[in-house]
Structures are given as C-alpha cells and as structure tokens.
C-alpha cells in the first residue's frame, strides 16, 4: 500500500523533472568582471576570466567582442573559450566614460533581472574606456577580485558611502533619488577611486571627489571610519598664508531630515551629528584642554556646515539628488511628482546645522 | 517516588507483582515459617546452607517459639528483629530476607543474605563510554541484570514481569516498569506485543526491538537500547518501560524520542552548561553529517555562484584534476569510508588498528595524489564519518551514515532544491514515526514548550524536578526544587 502510493511519486518526480543543467565548478569558465564600453562602430564588451592553475594562482584573461548592442555580449564571448563562460562569480561592472553619459539602465536591467548574479555586485565608472582598466588589472594583479574588493575596503573603512548593485537599482527605480556609482581613474597605468560619479536617471552627469564623497556618506548613512581633512587657524600661527590641518576620522554620524514645509517650495532642515576621534592636530592645539576642543569643534562644525551647503548646491546646480531629497518631501505629501519635483528642486531650501563631538584625540 | 504502605502483607503483595519475589515455606516441626526474598538480589547458595538447612536442623532437636528465637538459632550475624515497616522494606530491597513466624504476623526476621549486588569482574560498558560517572554495564545474564537494577532503584514498586518468548529457544525476557508511575498503556501495550510474538528464537533484545516496534518501513530506531545501567536506571524513574531478554546485554527503554538518542548519560554528570553544550555539539554534528557531503555535490555541481570568493580557487584547484563529477566522486570516497567502518567492526582488534592506518592515510592520501578525489572533499567526508559517530546510540548512527546516500542522489538529481524535496521527505516520515503509540518527535511536533527544558539542551537540575509530562507519567513531581541545592552556611545558623 504504502510503495503504491509512493513508488509513482518518485516516478513523476524524476521524469517530470529530468535532471538539472550541471555546473561544475571545474568545467565552467568564470567571468569576474565585465565592462561596456561605446566605440565609433557600435559597442564593445569586455570580460575578465579567470583559469585556476596550480594553487593560490590564478591566470586572468580579457576577452573582447564588439557588437551594435551589449546585449547577449557573454553568449558571443562563449564562441572563443573551451568552457562555458558563467557570470554567477561576477562581482564587478564597468561602464566607460562615454557609455556612462549615455546611459546605463539596459545593463542594470539586464543584472538586475539575472537571479545568478550577486545583488552585491559592484558597479564602476572608468573615466576612460573601461576595457583599458581591464587590461591593467590582468597586467599588474592576478586577483580577479582585485576591483570589488577595493571598493568594498574603502567602504568599509574610507569615504565611499556603501554601494552596490542592490542600492543602485534602489536609487534608480526609486522616485526622488538618483544613482551614483564609484569612479575609477587610471594614473600612469595605475588604478585607484577618484571619487564618485552622479548619475541623473541613467547618464552620468558629474563626477565628484572623495571629500565630497565623505560629505556624502554623512548625509545619507553612518560615515563611519571616513577621513576628513579640516583647514583650522590658531592664534600662534596667524602668519599669513599659512594653514593647519586636522585630520579627523569619523567614529560615528547620524543625519536628521526635518520636512518644515512642503509647498509651495519645500524647506528642509539637516542637522548632523558627528563623534570623531582626531588623527592628526597641529602642534599649537593643546589636546588636554576643554576649551580648545569645545573651539576645535565650533570650528569644525561651521567648516562642515559650510562644506555641506556648498555640496548640495552643487548637487542642485546639476539637478542630481544622490541625497534622496525628493524622495524625502515625497514622504511628507500627497500630490508629489516626480516632474513637478524636478523642476523646483533646484530652488528648494535646505539649512544645515552641524554638531561635531571629539571623543577621541589620542592618535592612532 | 513514595508509596504509603500499612503494613507487611501489603508490602509482600505489592512485591509480589514482581517475578523475581520469591515466598519459601519450610516446615519447622509443627510449625510453617515463610521466608520471603528477592532472588536477583540473594545468594541462593548462602540461603540454602546457612538459612534453610540450618533451620531445618535445629527444628529437629527444638521447637522455635517466638521470632527472637532464630537470632540464636541461624549462624548468621547480621539479622535484626523489627516490626518497622520502612525498615523491612528498605532491608528487603537491600537483599535480606524475610522471615515470617506466623502468616500476617507484624514482627519479622531480616536475615542477611544479600549477594554483591550481581557485579561480576568485568561488567565495565563496552561500547557506550562515558569519562565522568559509572562504568557499570549489564551482562548477558538475567539476573544479575535485574539485581543491577534493584540495586539503584530501592523501590518495591519496581516490578520485574517475566514472560517467554521464542517457540524453540523460550528466552525469558523481562518487562520492567515502576508501579504507579509510568503510564498503564505503554505497558500494556509492550506486554501485549511481546505476549504476540510468534518467533522461533530470540537471541538478543534488539530483536524484540524490532517485533515491537510501530513501523518497520522505517531507518529510524524507534527503541532506544542501551548497555548503561545509569541510563535505563534513568529512563526508568522518568516513567518509561524497559524490555530485557535473557542472553542480552542490551535493554531497551521506550517510548522513545528523537532526542533521547542525542542525550549521553554524561550530560547529567557535567555541570548543566557544559552538558547543553556538548548535547548542541552533537546535535550539530548530526546535522554536519547528514548534510555536507550532499551540500557539497550541490554546490559543485549546480550551483557554483555561492561558494564564497575566498574559497574559489582553492575549491576549484583541489578539483582540476578530477575526472568524476562531483557525485561519483563523494560517492567513491563515502563507500570506502564504509568499507572501512564494515571491515573495522567485523576484524579483530588488533587488525582493526592497522586496518584504520591502511584506510586513513594510504587510501586518504593516494585517492588525492592519484587525482580520484578532490582533498577538500576528503576533509569532509572525514569530518562527517566522525561526527556521525558523535551520537550516543550506536543504532541512531547507523541511520544517519545511511540517511546521506539518498541526499547525495537527491542533490546529485536536483542540486539544493533536491536536499530540500529530501528535507521534505524526511520530516514527513519522522512526524509521522511513532513509539509505542506515542510521537516520536516530541516536542518538537506536536510542540510541548516544557519538554525542552531536556532536548536540545540540559537543564539544571531545580528546572528538571518534574519528569517530562509528553511520558504521560502517573506522578510528575521528581522532588522539590528548592531543596535540591539548599546550602546553609555555618554561621548562618
């Protein structure tokens, strides 16, 4: 009775199903990095595989292929290599100068919509061609993950505010934000993060450096172990011409948005609080005395305050929202739009108000 | 565990529910003297020659009048007069002897006839060690066995029901229980299967094992068979039934639960935190066991984007030069694996530990060199053989080295959805497992929230005072918690 009912159970099970497509890890051809670029005759992809040869080592590979479209650009690859090429261990994108102006959305549609592919996948911009980096990167590192795992570190510990392919499509589908997106610069055939670039829908407005990427960072999460290199004056050393600097790390941050009013020109309030621990201070400071750090921090504060305001006016003089200041009022009102918003967003009040706390002035 | 009695007769009749109470009535003269005695607990050849005879001699020349007469009569030291109940009872359990002058007389003689409590030399446990605790274990021998446990439980409601089993070899087997605590249905219904049994022989216990039990369509022990005595001990003041066969060293306690086969006796000797925590380490290790290989053959297999960065290249390196798929390959290492474990238990010792230096490291490390399987795979294989052998029950870890064959197809077939129709599959049949009638895998399913004070982990001991209520036992209360761990200090008086 029992093997009756069950016996075509396992029947159905195994014909209907039929087996899975086998993967094996040793036979497929993993692409770790990918990048799009747009050239004179149409656009040109670019993978970085990898081959495994003996332990601890790997060999990297670029592969190139032009076409009118990026679309299917893997399955083209797929005709010059032995093994599959699978895109389940891709952990980096790159967009070229050029094709990032001219818009992204098909590509983060086409990753967002791939279930193999990691949502913590890493997103670039090259202020080049981003094939170029690719070369660079099989030339001086045999790490495949060499890309992702420098963005990922300078999120963790430096300025870059956490990004991924999760957070990017977040701020791309979503209303009343925009997307931004690392920015790679190529110096004498060596890589490194300038910064970040701003998108307006999918193009690539501007780009901005890492000290705003830090103002950034503060705004819109936690800036935890961020750097900040702060101009202050002191009485001894009032000579003209001359500056200090502190160079402060950022222990924690918190940002409050206060909607004051909605219409007919939304105003918005910011006020920061940040708990910094100073690495570096100029010989005259006394670290050990109340007043000067309570001073330190006012000036800090109104450097920071300054800073901030001049960064949004920035953001609103390309009409880029990275903060997600449309989103924020569209919390705060019924008959918000998108397009309505777009056009005053560039006339919208913001006031910010900094507090800055030294915890911390021991160097470390 | 207490029961009030009023007097000798009620204490001879509860007694007598047991099969190893024996009543002897010799004939002094005129006169009938009973003598009433636990067999499993006496030295029969003591009470023959100093007690019987000696009596029956001396009734030849004298005539005995009153009961202190046979304190001079018996050449044994040890033998007090009293008419305290507690006192009888206490004594009769420890191996004295009754002796009754008249029936229904209050006073009686309790003669010291007590044997050593039926320990032999060599009675250590064989195969269920524990560090901490005793190292007693029951022997092939009936008796002793049962005067084992009488020599811990000192309970006259321990009852020792005797029936034959077996057209041709009529083993005596034994149903043991405590009176009054555990529940009435378990009993019956092990009387009444054991009573069913139509076998020709029986030649150890866990056959009775198998004819009780409530599903044979099952990899599962639903029985748990233990050669310790301080686990059946245990099992026994918690209400359960045990069944013992003569010629086995092997009793089986039930109705059992899953998670009575993840308990060692040890947990009990360790402090509660270490217990709990060696209990979840052998839960893990089941779990570890059950699931690795298969997580493997998945993962290589099918789904490659989930093995973490990090683990790449040493993943795919150690499998380059491979020529299986991954499923052959966990095949050929789990069945040389069992090759081993076969062949280790059926050799001699002494071949055993060469055997274990041939499999471990000739076989290990030239199925590597000669590019069979992958050395990451041959860590797991091993990793998981040996938390197999985590769990206490050597029965539960048959099921378990077995339950991974069908995980491996399964996720060979299908990848992790196939685990997880395996997954499936598997808890369906365990809640539908039952043991004597009750649910195997309480409490989990169906949920008892005060159970768990004794599953995945151990309890205190004031948390554990009451036995656990899915047993349905006749009395829940073990003792009062407060008084367990009361210290008074010194000056505190």
Not at chain 2, 194 to 203: A, C, H, N, P, R
Not at chain 2, 267 to 278: A, N, Q, R, T
Not at chain 2, 285 to 309: D, N, Q, R, W
């Amino acid at each position: 009775m029992f093997m009756r009912k069950i016996f075509p159970v396992f029947i159905l099970c195994a014909v209907l199903s039929a087996c899975a497509d086998p993967k094996i890890v040793n036979k497929i051809c993993l692409v770790h990095a990918l990048s799009f670029d747009t050239v004179a005759n149409g656009k040109k992809s670019t993978a970085l595989i990898s081959q495994f040869k003996e332990k601890g080592k790997t060999e990297l590979y670029v592969l190139h292929t032009e076409s009118n479209s990026n679309l299917g650009a893997v399955s083209r690859l797929n005709t010059r290599t032995n093994d599959p090429l699978e895109r389940g261990q891709l952990r980096m994108a790159l967009f070229g100068k050029t094709s990032a102006e001219k818009g992204i959305g098909t590509e983060i549609h086409q990753f967002f919509r791939n279930p193999k592919i990691s949502s913590r996948l890493q997103l670039g911009v090259v202020d080049r061609d981003a094939s170029e980096l690719l070369e660079i990167i099989k030339k001086t590192h045999d790490e495949p993950f060499f890309l992702s795992d420098m963005i990922e570190q300078n999120m963790r510990s430096g300025n870059l505010p956490l990004v991924n392919l999760h957070v990017s499509t977040f701020n791309y589908y979503g209303e009343g934000r925009d997307m931004f997106l690392p920015y790679f610069k190529i110096d004498h055939g060596e890589v490194r993060i300038d910064g970040l670039a701003l998108f307006r829908s999918d193009k690539k407005i501007i780009e901005i450096s890492m000290k705003d990427a830090f103002l950034l960072k503060m705004l819109i999460q936690n800036s935890k172990n961020g750097d900040y290199k702060v101009p202050v004056s002191g009485k001894e050393s009032n000579k003209q011409g001359s500056e200090d600097f502190i160079v402060l790390r950022s222990m924690h941050s918190k940002a409050n948005y206060i909607v004051n009013k909605v219409n007919p020109i939304p105003s918005i309030s910011i006020r920061l609080n940040l708990v910094t621990e100073l690495e570096n201070a100029p010989k005259w400071v006394d670290l050990r005395s109340e007043e000067q750090l309570t001073q330190l921090e006012k000036t800090m504060g109104s450097y920071f305050k300054k800073e901030i305001e001049k960064f949004l006016s920035l953001l609103k003089e390309n009409k880029v929202d990275p903060v997600g200041l449309g989103d924020l009022v569209r919390s705060r009102s019924k008959e918000w739009s998108a397009q309505d918003f777009e056009k005053i967003y560039q006339v919208i009040e913001t006031s910010v108000s900094v507090q800055v706390k030294i915890a911390n002035t021991g160097s470390t | 565990m207490k029961t009030e009695l009023k007097n000798l007769d009620q204490l001879l009749k509860l007694s007598g529910l047991s099969s190893d109470f024996k009543k002897t009535v010799i004939l002094l003269g005129e006169q009938e003297v009973s003598i009433f005695y636990y067999s499993t607990l006496i030295d029969a050849k003591w009470m023959q020659q100093h007690l019987i005879l000696v009596l029956q001699n001396r009734s030849l020349d004298s005539e005995i009048k009153k009961i202190e007469d046979i304190k001079a009569w018996i050449p044994i030291n040890d033998i007090e007069i009293t008419d305290d109940l507690t006192n009888i009872q206490f004594k009769l359990l420890k191996g004295y002897a009754i002796v009754q002058l008249h029936e229904n007389d209050q006073k009686c003689a309790l003669v010291n006839i007590a044997d050593n409590h039926g320990l032999r030399e060599n009675n250590d446990t064989e195969n269920e060690f524990s560090v901490v605790g005793p190292k007693v274990g029951f022997v092939e021998d009936l008796d002793t066995n049962i005067g084992l446990l009488r020599a811990q439980i000192n309970l006259p409601n321990l009852i020792i029901k005797e029936i034959i089993v077996g057209t041709t070899s009529k083993t005596k087997v034994a149903i043991i229980y405590i009176d009054g605590l555990t529940n009435e249905q378990y009993i019956q219904t092990v009387e009444q299967r054991l009573t069913d049994i139509d076998i020709d022989f029986v030649f150890d216990s866990s056959l009775l094992d198998q004819m009780m039990s409530d599903n044979s369509l099952t990899p599962f022990p639903l029985f748990v068979s233990t050669e310790r005595r301080d686990r059946v001990v245990y099992s026994l003041i918690n209400g359960q039934v045990a069944v013992i066969s003569d010629g086995s060293p092997y009793i089986v306690t039930g109705p059992s639960t899953l998670f009575d086969f993840f308990i060692s006796a040890e947990d009990y000797y360790l402090p509660w935190i270490l217990g709990s925590f060696f209990r979840l380490i052998r839960i893990f290790g089941v779990i570890f066991s059950l699931f690795s290989t298969s997580m493997y053959v998945a993962i290589t297999t099918f789904h490659y984007e989930a093995i973490p960065k990090d683990l790449l290249n040493p993943l795919i390196f150690s499998r380059m030069n491979v020529p299986f798929p991954p499923f052959f390959e966990v095949l050929f290492l789990e069945i040389t694996i069992e090759f081993l474990r076969e062949a280790g238990a059926r050799l001699p010792t002494k071949i055993g530990q060469t055997l274990g230096i041939v499999g471990g490291i000739v076989i290990g490390q030239a199925a590597v060199a000669a590019a069979l399987t992958s050395n990451i795979l041959l860590i797991l294989v091993a990793l998981s053989a040996l938390a197999s052998f985590t769990t206490p029950i050597y029965k539960m870890s048959n099921t378990i080295r077995f339950l991974r064959f069908p995980f491996i197809i399964l996720s060979a077939i299908w990848g992790g959805i196939g685990i997880f129709i395996g997954v499936g599959f598997l808890f369906i049949h365990m809640i539908r497992l039952k043991s004597l009638g009750a649910p195997y895998t309480v409490p989990i399913f169906p949920l008892r929230i005060m159970s768990f004070k004794d599953s995945f982990i151990r309890s205190s001991f004031q948390i554990l005072n009451k036995r656990p209520q899915h047993l349905r036992p006749k009395s829940s209360v073990k003792y009062l918690p407060k008084q367990v761990k009361q210290k008074n200090d010194l000056d505190e008086e």
